[in-house]
């Protein structure tokens, strides 16, 4: 029993434009008119998930998926934070964004710790580990993030080396023991 785990990032929001930590805000009108031209070779599919975010439940229709919401998929909770730019952020309150950068244990902002959305991401990647076919989640960076780490069993500090952009993708797949990075070959 093999299991295939596509994990999409939604398309850019006016959040991603402009550097600031997301809300529940949709998909720009230009990612939504990307995604259609867009090609991901993703064969058949056998199941669909995706965060219960606007973004990423948009992103799912604009690529013709039919997904199931998870809220173990959600975006991290970023409090207070929410809305305001890394920049703002930076000259309001650069001590407590720095410790929330070196201390995935850490919420300053009064929401989800990292650590906390890297358990979740792994114990819904623990609980899907056995699922056979081709699984596709719509998801975002931070989610993503956790999941490579997960497959990786890579230390907390390394959830800042992992770059998602809008519309990335990631390969996993499992033998029912454990999941692996897969890095398809390029058709052309």
């Known amino acids: 029993m093999k299991t295939r785990l596509s994990w999409i990032c ?4 006016q959040a991603n434009r402009n550097g600031c930590f997301p809300d529940d805000e949709p998909l720009e009108a230009k990612a939504a008119q990307q995604a259609q031209s867009l090609s991901f070779g ?3 599919i056998d199941r669909v998930w995706a965060s219960p975010a606007l973004r990423a439940r948009q992103t799912a229709t604009v690529l013709g998926l039919d997904a199931i919401p998870d809220v173990a998929l959600r975006e991290c909770d970023y409090g207070d934070w929410r809305g305001q730019s890394l920049a703002e952020l930076h000259e309001k309150d650069a001590d407590s964004l720095a410790l929330w950068m070196t201390d995935t244990s850490v919420a300053p902002h009064g929401g989800e710790a990292l650590s906390s959305v ?3 991401v792994g114990e819904w990647m623990g609980n899907h580990i056995e699922d056979a076919g081709h699984i596709v989640v719509i998801t975002h960076a931070s989610v993503i993030r956790a999941a490579v ?8 500090a390394a959830f800042w080396a992992v770059d998602v952009e809008p519309f990335g993708i990631v390969e996993m797949t499992s033998d029912g023991r454990r999941w692996q990075l897969r890095f398809p070959k390029m058709t052309i």
């Open 118 to 120: 890297m358990k979740r």
């Open 149 to 156: 780490l997960q497959a990786l069993q890579a230390p907390p």
């Open 42 to 44: 993703l064969g058949a």
């Open 10 to 13: 939604h398309g850019a929001t």
